[in-house]
């Protein structure tokens, strides 16, 4: 069993630096909207709070014993107001690590027990073998995959589209 602490708190301006630093990793890409500097990732934490008071977006930071290692948020489909997707990035030393697990789970059960949700929707690059294997083991189901459906660097590319009911 782990003893880590893990803590999963609002992202605040505080921790834009580690953020920056984690979305700033060449390794990413998968990801198509980084910050530039580290005044863009402020000026986005500070927008976020915006969309939580309106409970159509939710932002947090993951702490592993103090250490930021993860973000993620959850946004309500503006179309069909029962579906939130979930967007993250996890620093690399993590990946395929026991807190991705650990950090979805609880995502998931704050979507069904804290926002009254009943269906996440996850897109996925039908290469990233660490994000498939991370949906498959927590219950989602690949629904279809999307061609041309993403743009990363004015290239668009496939996403595999995971459903889970809550």
Known sequence: MNKNKIEMKYREVSHAERLFEILSNPNFTYISVKPKTLEE??????????????NSEH???VFLDSEIVWAFWIKID????????IWCY?????????IANF????CLDFMKNELKLHL???????DNSWSQALMIKN???KVWTMKDYYSINWE???RDIFYKIL
């Open 41 to 54: 990732e402020i000026e986005y934490i500070q927008k976020a709070e915006k969309g939580r008071q309106e």
């Open 59 to 61: 932002h947090f930071t």
């Open 78 to 85: 503006d179309s069909r107001k029962h579906v939130w997707k």
């Open 90 to 98: 996890i620093d690399e030393k993590y990946w395929w690590k026991w």
């Open 103 to 106: 950090a979805t789970r609880w």
């Open 120 to 126: 996440c929707e996850i897109l996925a690059h039908p």
């Open 139 to 141: 219950g989602f189901t």
């Open 156 to 158: 668009f590319q496939p």
